[in-house]
């Protein structure tokens, strides 16, 4: 059975960090493209970014562009997003998701699995 397990949200002040962290166990971590995903109260969840299963493709929101990145650890099974300049509108709950495929992009294909999300909140 595969599970997620995040870590890494709290409260920050705009123009902070954070970095949110996710185990993967239960497959080998190889297997998986893997994404984090976000939603803001009463907004639609929304792809943050993402990378294949090989890892030659990374992708990123417009509006994380330059100031988040993803990476993985493949001895730890742990993917990381590290969000940097932090803005209000990045108030959210983020979400880890593993996907047994090649790529993950809307988070509603077929063999995907979420973490338990964690709040992230930017005050002004």
């Known amino acids: 059975q595969v599970q997620l397990v995040e870590s890494g949200g709290g409260l920050v002040q705009a123009g902070g960090s954070l970095r949110l962290s996710c185990v993967v166990s239960g497959r080998t971590f190889s297997s998986f493209a893997m994404g984090w995903f976000r939603q803001a109260p009463g907004k639609e969840r929304e792809l943050v970014t993402s990378?294949?299963?090989?890892?030659?493709?990374?992708t990123y929101a417009d509006s994380v562009k330059g100031r988040f990145t993803m990476s993985r650890d493949n001895a730890k099974n742990t993917v990381y997003l590290q969000m940097n300049s932090l803005k209000p509108e990045d108030t959210a709950v983020y979400y880890c998701?593993?996907?047994?495929?090649?790529?993950?992009?809307?988070?509603?294909?077929?063999?995907?699995?979420w973490g338990q999300g964690t709040q992230v909140t930017v005050s002004a």
């Open positions: 990378v294949t299963r090989t890892g030659g493709l990374t």
């Open positions: 998701a593993v996907r047994a495929g090649y790529e993950l992009r809307s988070g509603s294909e077929a063999s995907v699995y």
